[in-house]
Nanobody, 121 residues
Framework: QVQLMESGGGLVQAGGSLRLSCAASGRFRHVGTMAWYRQAPGKERELVAAITSGGARNFAGAVKGRFTIDRDYAENMMYLQMTNLKPEDTADYYC???????????????WGQGTQVTVSS
């Protein structure tokens, strides 16, 4: 069983910052690409940022230049540093990881339960 646990959400004023964390735990051989998604009320879930096991990063256009994504490979952690937050960043943020449990087995996606981020104007 592989689990992802997010933390760090909360209420912040526009222009403020938050740092989200995602911890992977359980039995697995390797964690591939990890990513943050978000889902605002009434909207579809969307990719915010992703980071591969090799460190390549990509960001949604709406957050480029404001958010950064990092991993601690030794601790199986992922972070999303969010700065200059805007009310439109308000959403539930979800951690996603592609995990391999055994050698030669395929990677499969795992999701966290989500953490809420609210940005007030």
């Amino acid at each position: 069983q592989v689990q992802l646990m997010e933390s760090g959400g909360g209420l912040v004023q526009a222009g403020g910052s938050l740092r989200l964390s995602c911890a992977a735990s359980g039995r697995f051989r390797h964690v591939g690409t990890m990513a943050w998604y978000r889902q605002a009320p009434g909207k579809e879930r969307e990719l915010v940022a992703a980071i591969t096991s090799g460190g390549a990063r990509n960001f949604a256009g709406a957050v480029k230049g404001r958010f950064t994504i990092d991993r601690d490979y030794a601790e199986n952690m992922m972070y999303l540093q969010m700065t200059n937050l805007k009310p439109e960043d308000t959403a539930d943020y979800y951690c996603n990881a592609h995990v391999q449990t055994r050698g030669c087995s395929p990677y499969f996606p795992v999701w966290g339960q989500g953490t809420q981020v609210t940005v007030s104007s």
